[in-house]
């Protein structure tokens, strides 16, 4: 069976289906092909369904209007056709990779059955199926390790003590987030968990996973020490998706090379999202993929000027639970270089911490915990890269909270 589409995407995330909605409203339709059984939905907010403050359904996406649920298996490109695992072949005129990324699985002992699978109790945290296998799972005194202090690793230890489990979370690093936050930020963090009743462990590899019957029971530290666990959650970040592209010969370094038109080695296949590397960067964060499916609309309904220049972006992380919100953005660079100039404002009663970076008059990045009033001015003179007044505006920047 072969069906005939000019523009095909790849891809039922965030990326693959903005740039499918956006595609359809500017008159040239696409065909979006998603391996997931479940609707298109937002991977950000799986934390939320986990800690049982969304259902399943409210994080769903607005569907395309062409959507076809089924694996691709292989692209020709000189037949210009992607074949699937039902049989069907579905040509194209141009593809467009929106393959997302894989969970990283860490090397550890025990962590794989005979055949391949994660042990009863082991689970990724990647996929709607991965938060409902683990919202099943979980009861009020479940036992769980999670592996990895990042972005991921924060939100699903928050997540798992909100619904009463007796978490564990093991930071290979220094301390937590070290990668978007700096240390006093880390620590106000570290603090929100423990009040939680998380226990953290940073500077802490995990070596082994032991299972009995098949069924994880503990794992072991690097030192030797065992915790005893009924659940782990593997949260050691995520690898760009590349499989399809390598296949099909495409260049591939960290993700599949694109330029500023979001071409691939082969101009009549795009990559974009999770799965792409633009001018050596592989974003992996929802608002770089949203403005790349943007650009990438306008350009393939006909507007030749459209162009992808790169994105600053800014993380951003609201953790809810008992007592008040805990809200946390970082932008650029957090850590100042020698010659820099930084201003903190801490105010340990509403346990709120602001802290900017300026280099060359030109504020270069920042971090904000507790309450976020400020953020929107402070991201838009940093993605502006405008020399700063000379009248004081930084402190007024921090201090000031309107324009969220």
């Given at each position: 069976?072969?069906?005939?589409?000019r523009?095909?995407?790849?891809?039922?995330?965030?990326?693959?289906?903005?740039?499918?909605?956006?595609?359809?409203?500017?008159?040239?339709?696409?065909?979006?092909?998603?391996?997931?059984?479940?609707?298109?939905?937002?991977?950000?907010?799986?934390?939320?369904?986990?800690?049982?403050?969304?259902?399943?359904?409210?994080?769903?996406?607005?569907?395309?209007t062409?959507?076809?649920?089924?694996?691709?298996?292989?692209?020709?490109?000189?037949?210009?056709?992607?074949?699937?695992?039902?049989?069907?072949s579905?040509?194209?005129?141009?593809?467009?990779?929106?393959?997302?990324?894989?969970?990283?699985?860490?090397?550890?002992?025990?962590?794989?059955?005979?055949?391949?699978?994660?042990?009863?109790?082991?689970?990724?945290?990647?996929?709607?199926?991965?938060?409902?296998?683990l919202?099943?799972?979980?009861?009020?005194g479940?036992?769980?390790?999670?592996?990895?202090?990042?972005?991921?690793?924060?939100?699903?230890?928050?997540?798992?003590?909100?619904?009463?489990?007796?978490?564990?979370?093991?930071?290979?690093?220094?301390?937590?987030?070290?990668?978007?936050?700096d240390?006093?930020?880390?620590?106000?963090?570290?603090?929100?968990?423990?009040?939680?009743?998380?226990?953290?462990?940073?500077?802490?590899?995990v070596?082994?996973?032991?299972?009995?019957?098949?069924?994880?029971?503990?794992?072991?530290?690097?030192?030797?020490?065992?915790?005893?666990?009924?659940?782990?959650?593997?949260?050691?970040?995520?690898?760009?998706?590349?499989?399809?592209?390598?296949?099909a010969?495409?260049?591939?370094?960290?993700?599949?090379?694109?330029?500023?038109?979001?071409?691939?080695?082969?101009?009549?296949?795009?990559?974009?999202?999770?799965?792409?590397?633009?001018?050596?960067?592989?974003?992996?964060?929802?608002?770089?993929?949203?403005?790349?499916?943007?650009?990438?609309?306008?350009?393939?309904?006909?507007?030749?000027?459209?162009?992808?220049?790169g994105?600053?972006?800014?993380?951003?992380?609201?953790?809810?639970?008992?007592?008040?919100?805990?809200?946390?953005?970082a932008?650029?660079?957090?850590?100042?270089?020698?010659?820099?100039?930084?201003?903190?404002?801490?105010?340990?009663?509403?346990?709120?911490?602001?802290?900017?970076?300026?280099?060359?008059?030109?504020?270069?990045?920042?971090?904000?915990?507790?309450?976020?009033?400020?953020?929107?001015?402070?991201?838009?003179?940093?993605?502006?890269?405008?020399?700063?007044?000379?009248?004081?505006?930084?402190?007024?920047?921090?201090?000031?909270?309107?324009?969220?």
């Open positions: 069976m072969t069906s005939n589409t523009v095909v995407v790849i891809g039922a995330g965030l990326a693959g289906v903005r740039l499918a909605r956006r595609l359809g409203e500017l008159g040239t339709p696409a065909l979006l092909v998603g391996d997931e059984e479940h609707a298109p939905y937002n991977r950000v907010l799986l934390a939320e369904v986990l800690a049982g403050r969304y259902a399943p359904e409210v994080i769903t996406l607005p569907p395309p062409g959507l076809l649920r089924t694996r691709v298996t292989g692209i020709d490109r000189a037949a210009r056709t992607v074949s699937c695992a039902d049989g069907m579905i040509a194209y005129d141009t593809l467009v990779l929106a393959t997302g990324s894989n969970p990283v699985l860490p090397p550890l002992r025990g962590l794989f059955t005979p055949d391949r699978r994660l042990p009863e109790g082991v689970h990724a945290f990647r996929t709607l199926d991965d938060c409902l296998g919202a099943e799972a979980v009861r009020p479940t036992r769980a390790v999670v592996i990895g202090g990042g972005l991921l690793g924060v939100s699903a230890a928050r997540a798992l003590a909100v619904r009463g489990a007796q978490v564990v979370l093991a930071q290979q690093a220094e301390r937590l987030m070290e990668r978007q936050l240390p006093d930020a880390s620590r106000l963090v570290l603090r929100h968990l423990t009040d939680l009743g998380v226990e953290v462990h940073t500077e802490c590899r070596r082994d996973v032991r299972c009995v019957a098949g069924a994880v029971r503990s794992v072991e530290l690097a030192d030797g020490y065992a915790l005893d666990t009924d659940l782990v959650v593997l949260a050691c970040g995520v690898r760009p998706r590349t499989g399809l592209a390598e296949q010969g495409l260049t591939v370094r960290k993700g599949v090379l694109v330029d500023d038109e979001l071409r691939t080695s082969d101009p009549h296949i795009h990559a974009i999202g999770d799965c792409a590397q633009h001018d050596g960067t592989v974003y992996g964060l929802a608002a770089p993929a949203l403005e790349q499916a943007e650009a990438l609309a306008e350009l393939l309904a006909g507007d030749t000027s459209a162009r992808y220049r994105t600053r972006s800014l993380t951003r992380l609201t953790l809810t639970g008992p007592g008040s919100p805990f809200d946390l953005a932008f650029g660079e957090t850590e100042a270089r020698p010659g820099d100039d930084v201003v903190r404002l801490t105010d340990a009663t509403r346990g709120t911490y602001r802290k900017v970076v300026v280099r060359d008059d030109r504020l270069v990045g920042g971090v904000l915990v507790g309450e976020l009033g400020t953020v929107g001015a402070l991201a838009r003179a940093w993605e502006g890269a405008e020399p700063l007044p000379d009248d004081g505006p930084l402190l007024h920047l921090l201090t000031n909270d309107g324009g969220s």
